[in-house]
């Protein structure tokens, strides 16, 4: 579960509650320093929510988040001082970017909002530099519909830069652009992330961009972190068999049979007694040794160590050892 250098971003123990709805059940993640961590799992799963209460955007029912060496403040100026090091960065077809406000309003707004000292012009051209609009004075008076879907990822990306974050929090930072330019955006993480030691938080959906970018995965499920570890631990030999359904359809790690997920999606307000993932559990569906059998249906399993950083929550894999590893995978 932990990163292993040192705390960037952490969730210990957090709790967030929608009236019934457990949506955050009991979530222990690290994002270390310069890590890039990917927080995976189906739509519904959780991981948008754990990613507002890690920005401070969400009061927890339970437990804290920390930034650096200690918790999170929630006084007003505590909240805004965290607020300016761990900023978010969304995609930006879901109305980021106001497309009345010219690129450098849109990357110049938090500097206003947090009342940053300093030449704001320098460090809006800084920003936009760096996230690969050069030169930057070309784009300064351009809207949003001037520029290509790429182009204003890029403008949100600097709009997050011109504070100089410790940690960034992308939620679906590709999902809606061409392959093509998102492997362009992917590097543009990854080169940050060398460039000024950023730690990265990715929230998506896809196994592949987690592949492609993440130093370490954590698979949600209903609420809770049921595999982490190292990404080609996680990838290429899941131990849980959520993990391993969701990687047997996607095809440059998979290589597996598909494995099809059935039963109820997953609803956080009903959550199964036991292993909340036995209504879907192929292994449990195929049949298992009694005394497993009866483990899933009673007891929620832990998340036990299984070695080389790699964590899991499964009663079956906690006893039968590290599974074959799949195949390696396809170029990126
Ligand atoms: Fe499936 Fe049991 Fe493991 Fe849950 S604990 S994932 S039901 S085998």
Redesign the pocket.
Same mark, same amino acid.
Not at 314 to 317: A, D, I, R, S, V
């Given at each position: 579960v932990d990163g292993g250098a040192g705390v960037a971003l952490a969730a210990r123990g957090l709790h967030v509650r929608f009236g019934a709805a457990r949506a955050v059940d009991g979530v222990e993640l690290v994002v270390g320093a310069g890590e890039i961590v990917a927080l995976v799992g189906e739509s519904g799963c959780g991981k948008t929510t754990l990613a507002r209460a890690l920005l401070g955007l969400v009061r927890p029912a339970g437990g804290t988040v920390e930034h650096g060496p200690g918790p999170l403040v929630r006084t007003r100026a505590g909240l805004k001082e965290f607020r300016r090091h761990v900023q978010l960065v969304l995609q930006d077809p879901t109305g980021s970017l106001n497309p009345r406000h010219t690129v450098y309003e849109a990357v110049a707004e938090g500097l206003r909002v947090h009342r940053v000292e300093g030449d704001e012009e320098t460090r809006v051209a800084d920003a936009l530099s760096r996230a690969g609009l050069r030169p930057p004075e070309r784009f300064f008076l351009r809207y949003p519909h001037e520029l290509s879907g790429g182009q204003r990822q890029r403008v949100v990306i600097a709009g997050a830069l011109v504070l100089e974050p410790d940690v960034l929090v992308a939620d679906e930072p590709v999902s809606s652009l061409d392959a093509s330019v998102r492997g362009e955006i992917l590097a543009l993480l990854l080169r940050l992330r060398g460039e000024l030691g950023l730690s990265v938080l990715v929230v998506t959906h896809d196994l592949g961009l987690a592949w492609n970018i993440a130093d370490r995965v954590a698979v949600m499920y209903l609420g809770r972190i049921v595999e982490t570890g190292p990404a080609a631990d996680v990838l290429l030999a899941p131990r849980? !068999?959520?993990t391993r359904a969701l990687l047997s359809v996607v095809p440059e790690i998979g290589r597996m049979r598909p494995i099809l997920l059935t039963g109820e999606a997953p609803d956080p307000s009903r959550i199964p007694a036991?292993?909340r993932?036995?209504p879907r559990?192929p292994?449990?569906a195929d049949g298992?040794p009694a005394e497993?059998?009866t483990?899933?249906e009673t007891r929620s !399993?832990a998340v036990l160590p299984a070695g080389g950083g790699h964590h899991a929550a499964?009663?079956?894999?906690d006893r039968t050892g590290p599974p074959e590893p799949t195949g390696p995978p396809e170029p990126a």
């Open positions: 849980h !068999p959520y036991g292993c993932f036995r559990c292994a449990y298992l497993v059998s483990l899933c !399993p499964c009663h079956l894999t």
